[in-house]
């Protein structure tokens, strides 16, 4: 695929949007560099307490350093907080403690954006200048542009919105009878056949019957099953716990997780609350793999919310907070991505 160049801070929050999939609000934002090439993207909440901006460095310090490939990152502060003249810029210990914290790890801040409600403009710029531009003026770059062409687009927020659903009871019953089935059957029979049916939905391009969503939804109840089928996704022959920790020497195919992640909300919405747990987790699985640790935390969430006893969507949400960071987003190599990207 071939590489577009950055140009302008434009195009670098154009980038951002189309990266996270929303438009960032109270956030830090960085992207990691080495040399003129863009690595990872990272977004934060911005601190709410002062206080907090020696430990907060160190937290986003932990996340930036997973990609040993950094050298320097872009930032841009995402806030409502206004910029008064002669006053210090939205979180300027913030950024002056990271500063000093990545400068330890041999990494240097290259620029930075201070974006508002409706202007953005350069986070260092002189004293009694006026560099703000619009926000609008991102719809117009050119990167926005080749993204909107891709397909891709930006959501007024990160806050997901399930899909609605209806006739649980007529639903919960279909996904019991193919429970009841399952339970019949040797484990190594179930396990063959719940990943017969898996395969044949990720190697279609269409959407299943709802006969299939009900009978992989069944199978997913089933945590010997579930596992394995998790690992079927990245279509990687590789040991099942690396696959599933995503540290894989083999890169992913990412097409076939996002396709995954379809069949999964597309099965969601021909279940119930009684099944839906780990349907709901293994969509949060799939974005932390695609490094969206906010995502992710909220599909846990709404799982937890449906069972608060199930022990995945728990394990998952305990290991995406403590911090740890998907093997895959760990190198350039095997990042997720959109695009391949180019700085000037």
Known sequence: MEKLTIK??????????????????????????????????????????????????????????????????LFAIYTSETNQPGQAKPHAGTIAALTGVLA????????????????????????????????????TSAINAEFVYRGSFIEPTNRITLPTTGQEAAKATAVQHHIETIKTQPTDTALQQGREL???????????????????????QFPTIRDRLLADIPGVDEPMQQILFAQTKQTPKWSRIEWAQQLLL???????????????????????????????????????????????????????GSGIVAGWNMHKSTAYKALPFDMP
């Open 266 to 320: 597309h099965a969601y919405t021909r279940t119930s609350a009684q099944h839906s747990a780990p349907v709901l987790t293994a969509i949060g699985y799939i974005n932390w793999w695609e490094g969206k640790g906010s995502k992710a935390h909220q599909y846990l969430q709404l799982a937890l919310d449906t069972d608060p006893a199930y022990r995945l969507a728990r394990l998952s949400d305990q290991m995406i």
């Open 8 to 73: 302008t801070p434009a195009d670098v929050l154009s980038f951002i949007g189309h990266t996270l999939g929303f438009w960032p609000q109270e956030s830090l934002v960085c992207i990691t560099m080495n040399d003129n090439s863009i690595g990872a993207t990272l977004r934060i909440d911005l601190p709410h307490q002062p206080g907090q901006e020696i430990p907060y460095a160190h937290t986003v310090a932990h996340y930036l350093t997973s990609d040993g490939n950094a050298t320097s990152i």
């Open 104 to 139: 330890e790890q041999g990494i240097t801040i290259r620029d930075g954006l201070v974006v508002g409600d409706e202007t953005f403009s350069p986070y260092d710029d002189e004293p009694g200048t006026s560099l703000a531009l619009p926000v609008s003026s991102t719809q």
């Open 198 to 220: 898996w395969a044949g939905m990720l190697d279609s391009k269409t959407f299943p019957s709802d006969d299939d969503c009900h009978a992989l939804v069944a199978n997913l």
